[in-house]
Structure formats: C-alpha cells, structure tokens
C-alpha cells in the first residue's frame, strides 16, 4: 500500500470554478503535512503546510483530518495560473510525495 | 541566494557508465534530500542526508550511493547506470528532516537517459 494516494485526475475546470482535491495517506504517526505545487518540467515548491485547525491562503484553503488519515485542498475562483500539478506530501520518518493530481484551468 | 543548485540538467548515458551527480544549497540547511520522479510514481526519495556527516537510504537506494561532501554538497553517484534508472532527479534541502514542518527547497532536476 503507498504511503499517500491521490486521485491523479486529470481536472479540467473552467476558470473561475472551485476545485477540490483530497488525498489519504496510511501512517497514523505521521507529523506534518503539505501541499507543494509543480508545474510542467520544473521542481516542486511549497503551496502551504496543512495544520489540524486547517488553514486559507487567499484562495486557497488546505485541511487536515487525521481520525480519517484525510488532506484536501480547496482552489477557490480558479485561474488560468492555477495550472499545474498538486503533490500531497506527508513527514513521517522521511518525505513522502503523493503522485500528484493533475489541473488544467480552462478559459 | 542561489537556493539549491544541481548539474548538469541533462545527460544521456549508456548502459554500464557511471557518473555523479552534483547538489550544493547556500541556505545553511541541516538536511539534504536525493528523489528521482518518475511518470505515474511520483517523487522517491533515494538517500538523505539529515545533517553534515550522516547519510541514510530512502524507499529507492538500490544502485546508487550518496557523498555529504560538507554542509553545502550531497552528491549521487551511479555507479553502473542501467535503463531502469532513467528518471529526472531532484535534489533537495530543509533546515530540519523528519517529523518537522519545515519547508524543502528544491533544485531545478537532472533529466538523466541511459541507453
């Protein structure tokens, strides 16, 4: 069993929509949680943390559900900008990177 | 600040080479990072490193093997490329490793394809 799963996707969303990705991960113990972002043939940076009271960021909102081993990302009034790949990472003993999921803003 | 700094970007081997590839971050962190990425796989992580001195295996350290040159450098060497190790290859750094919130800077990837 992987360590994160992520539905891959692709989401084709227009823009203006609100996006929703989520994924699970299997390590009740793990300690810290992230959404990072990466875009075509770059590198992975950091989107924001996500802490158990959950937490927004402009149009972005992340949270945390750890009786259900759960992490969302909400992308509100979506971009042409917002296209990219979301990768679900959780810090256990190492760095885990979930295989991403795939969005593409539609104008 | 240059960040994290990785060569070279490309490179084509063929079966059996060797060859290093160079990281060095100028952010002062404690813990360096090798992934490879991998369509449909995601990012492995093959050796860290959580401070100068120290190297660990990841989910992926099978034909490779890391250098903590000092706090600025972690290098990953092939030692006899094979196909399967076609992949791009991230390095990376954090000031803290395990367990912590701290964020991971990444290089900008080695595209590696060994023939």
């Known amino acids: 069993r992987k360590e994160v799963e992520q539905d891959p996707g692709p989401f084709n969303v227009p823009e203006g929509a609100t996006v929703a990705f989520n994924c699970t991960y299997s390590?009740?113990?793990?300690?810290?949680f992230f959404w990072y972002r990466q875009d075509c043939r770059k590198e992975p940076k950091l989107l924001m943390s996500?802490?158990?009271s959950g937490n927004e960021d402009g149009r972005f909102t992340a949270q945390l559900n750890r009786a259900s081993q759960y992490i969302s990302l909400l992308i509100r009034d979506s971009k042409l900008s917002d296209s990219a790949t979301y990768l679900c990472?959780?810090?256990?003993?190492?760095?885990?990177f979930g295989t991403g999921t795939s969005l593409t803003v539609i104008p | 600040n240059a960040g994290v700094t990785q060569t070279p970007k490309f490179q084509v081997l063929k079966t059996g080479q060797s060859m290093t590839l160079q990281c060095a971050q100028d952010m002062n962190h404690n813990s360096m990072y090798w992934y490879r990425q991998d369509p449909g796989m995601g990012l492995r992580l093959i050796y860290y490193?959580?401070?100068?001195?120290?190297?660990d295996k990841g989910e992926v350290p099978n034909g490779y093997n890391v250098s903590r040159l000092n706090k600025r450098e972690f290098s990953l060497r092939l030692e006899s490329a094979a196909p399967s190790q076609t992949s791009v290859y991230f390095c990376?750094?954090?000031?803290?490793?395990?367990?912590?919130?701290?964020?991971?800077?990444f290089g900008p990837g080695t595209r590696l394809t060994v023939l």
């Open positions: 490193s959580a401070s100068e001195g120290t190297t």
């Open positions: 996500v802490y158990s």
């Open positions: 990472v959780v810090n256990d003993d190492q760095f885990y």
């Open positions: 990376a750094s954090s000031d803290r490793g395990s367990g912590s919130w701290d964020e991971q800077f």
């Open positions: 390590n009740s113990a793990s300690q810290s």
